[in-house]
């Protein structure tokens, strides 16, 4: 695991690199926590790549960049290739030969051996950048689900990528500015969808893709796409022995992601999908897994007894912290120090602190992330099911009975309050399906959107509509009923933008790998084509799943309801972090950064904090944004009072919100 980053000449006929030493090491230096052991670079032609390692595969011998025999095929990946036995087992009878015993190195030989292709012959996670001096030719490529995220952009007769933003800002005179379109895309989706980033000329690269720059020429192409098209071989095959091949298939996508020379174990929630894993290496290497879960305070929060109750059934060696609300709200106004794009997910907080306890005692962590998109997991699918029957109902009762009871229930601040729940479901379920699926996940609908950016935002903003990063989605999904639609979405956007991205970030911001077997290429051929009704059974979630794990996890586990890994965001606007957000949102701060209008935040703030309304969703996505917009826009790190608070900075809060308080 690593962060890559590198230049080339846009016409990479030119005889020398673009890039100096002094550029490279600079944009390499912000990548110091995603590889803390070692540094390498090389300038090559038009070429310059570099990167920083955590060493987990070869620890002595596996240093990077990685050549062929000859050294014109330079290499630099971020991530692990888990089939790179087999694959170097074909190119060494071919006569290929390696000089370490790296993972990473296979890819080098494969592209000799195969061309672009070999790409489509990787199981693993990766961002990988190879230049190929003879041909004067980079490729870039990335993961099928995008686990490992690449970034890349044109800097005049440049061409820049990196594993994060912050190393592309790094290269000299690469300006930073504000994306519009991306925030507006933001503000609905709580992060920003791919191929686009917050940054104005940073893009990434889609998952499933590679891109080529060779002879002043971009071009980015699929090597792998989604396909949820059920196999009519699985639909009449017998539960009782899909079960038992899909707990095969799982076992086999484990004991490939185990690999490593360093110490390793397993995130372990109590929810399903992480206790699925855990089964499966405990099955593997039994009373050698390793463990960790965090609790909280808050019980309609807390899942620790679920883990310890799992780790004791299983018989895992299990860490367990138990956080105090002051290491959580204290590290919110730190979340830009390890997300340079806004993420409006606030479970990176308790996954930032669970990997820096787990980082204690190893360098990998198993988790099990996937599990909600492959086999239908979240709350959503339920709803979108019950919204077929809801609509069926004449509209006199939805919309003189029904919705009017669900306005009025009472503001709860519980974790997925009913209420909270109840409101998003009634304000979705008149759009289609893409819409509805995304506003129920998602802070703003178009409408708040329009009310919250001023008019010259808007007008900057033009045409875009808020549901277009779906267009191209909607048009490629083969599925051929709705649910299967919304886990095609849910795999290409909340998947890769949200979950992966802060998994990613939350781990390597303390130079933790985290592995996601759930994701293996082995599990993704196996899921994918598994017809819907054995994801979703009525209003089973994971039913196939539940099934194959039968037996192996304890039966209050598998039948235990879903719920979050949160933080009581409601709550802490009202007490420990009131002072942070009316900082950051106050009426000077918005008045001079001129994107956001102060009477509306204002009416935001002021309802959340009367009680009339929970409004830490949209609340949460603009601090969080405010939080990024300080530190990577503005270039000001945030100030603290000596008792821990934020010091205002002479901002005033608006009159409105203090009638409020």
């Known amino acids: 695991m690593c962060g890559i980053t590198g230049a080339v000449a846009l016409d990479t006929r030119v005889d020398d690199s673009p890039i100096t030493a002094a550029s490279l090491e600079a944009m390499c230096g912000t990548l110091v926590h995603r590889g803390p052991d070692s540094a390498g670079a090389v300038v090559l032609g038009a070429g310059g790549l570099a990167m920083r390692r955590l060493s987990i595969i070869d620890v002595e011998g596996g240093r990077q960049p990685l050549a062929s025999e000859d050294g014109q095929v330079q290499l630099v990946c971020n991530g692990e290739i888990y089939n790179y036995r087999q694959l170097r087992e074909r190119l060494t009878a071919n006569g290929h030969r390696f000089r370490s015993g790296s993972d990473c190195e296979v890819a080098v030989h494969a592209y000799e051996e195969y061309g672009d292709d070999f790409v489509c012959r990787l199981n693993g996670m990766f961002g990988l950048a190879l230049w190929d001096n003879r041909r004067r030719r980079l490729l870039l490529a990335r993961d099928r689900t995008g686990i490992k995220p690449l970034y890349y952009a044109r800097h005049g007769d440049v061409f820049l990528f990196a594993s994060e933003p ?39 690269l889609r998952p499933g893709h590679y891109l080529t720059v060779e002879n002043g020429r971009i ?73 960790f879960s965090i609790g909280f305070e808050d019980p309609s929060f807390d899942e620790s007894g679920y883990a310890r109750h799992v780790a004791g059934f299983l018989g895992t060696q299990h860490s367990e912290m138990i956080l105090e609300p002051r290491l959580l709200w204290e590290l919110v106004p730190r979340v830009a120090d390890f997300l340079d794009e806004p993420l409006a997910d606030a479970s990176i907080i308790p996954t930032h602190l669970l990997s820096r306890f787990a980082r204690q005692h190893v360098t990998v962590a198993l988790g099990g992330d996937g599990g909600d998109e492959l086999f239908a997991g979240y709350p959503t699918l339920q709803a979108h099911r019950l919204a077929g029957y809801y609509r069926r109902l004449p509209a006199a009762i939805r919309e003189g009975i029904v ?62 509509d808020t549901f277009d990063a779906l267009g191209e989605h909607v048009v490629r999904c083969a599925a051929y009923d709705d649910l299967s639609q919304a886990l095609y979405l849910d795999m290409k956007m909340y998947l890769e933008g949200d979950i992966l991205t802060k998994v990613d970030r939350a781990s390597m911001g303390c130079s933790l790998e985290v592995r996601v077997p759930l994701l293996n ?36 586990i598998i039948n235990r309801p879903k719920k979050g890994f949160g933080i ?72 603290f009072g000596s008792d821990g608070t934020v010091a205002q900075s002479g901002a005033k809060v608006s009159d409105a919100v203090l009638g409020a308080v």
Do not use: C
Not at 181 to 190: C, I
């Open 166 to 204: 912050k190393a592309i800002l790094a290269y000299p005179g690469f300006p930073r500015a504000l994306d519009v379109v991306s925030l507006y895309q933001y503000l609905t989706y709580e992060y920003v969808p791919t191929p686009r980033s917050i940054f104005a000329g940073i893009g990434k």
């Open 219 to 291: 071009d980015e192409r699929p090597y792998w796409q989604l396909d949820l098209t059920p196999d009519p071989a699985l639909a009449h095959a017998s539960e009782l022995r899909l079960a038992d091949r899909l707990w095969q298939t799982l076992r086999e996508a484990v004991r490939l992601e185990l690999v490593s020379d360093v110490p390793l174990g397993v995130f372990l929630s109590g929810g399903l999908d992480s206790s699925a894993v855990a089964a499966a290496m405990s099955d593997l290497i039994p009373g050698q897994v390793r463990s």
């Open 403 to 464: 919705a009017p009871l669900v306005r009025r229930l009472p503001v709860s601040y519980d974790n997925m309050s009913l209420d909270f729940k109840a409101k998003r479901f009634i304000a979705g379920t008149s759009r289609p399906l893409a819409e509805r699926h995304h506003l129920w996940l998602g802070a703003y609908s178009p409408d708040e959107k329009r009310a919250l950016l001023r008019p010259d935002v808007l007008a900057q903003i033009g045409a875009e």
């Open 521 to 556: 290429r082995l599990m993704l051929d196996f899921a994918t084509r598994l017809p819907i009704d054995l994801k979703l059974r009525g209003l089973t979630r994971k039913y196939l799943l539940r099934k194959a794990v039968a037996g192996r996890l304890p039966d209050e």
């Open 568 to 639: 009581p965001l409601s709550k802490w606007f009202r007490g420990e972090l009131r002072d942070l957000l009316l900082d950051q949102l106050s009426d000077s701060r918005l008045r001079r950064q001129g994107l956001f209008e102060p009477a509306h935040v204002d009416r935001l703030i002021a309802d959340h904090l009367a009680g009339r309304r929970d409004n830490r969703k949209p609340l949460w996505t603009l601090l969080v944004f405010q939080l990024w917009h300080q530190r990577y826009i503005e270039n000001q790190p945030i100030s």
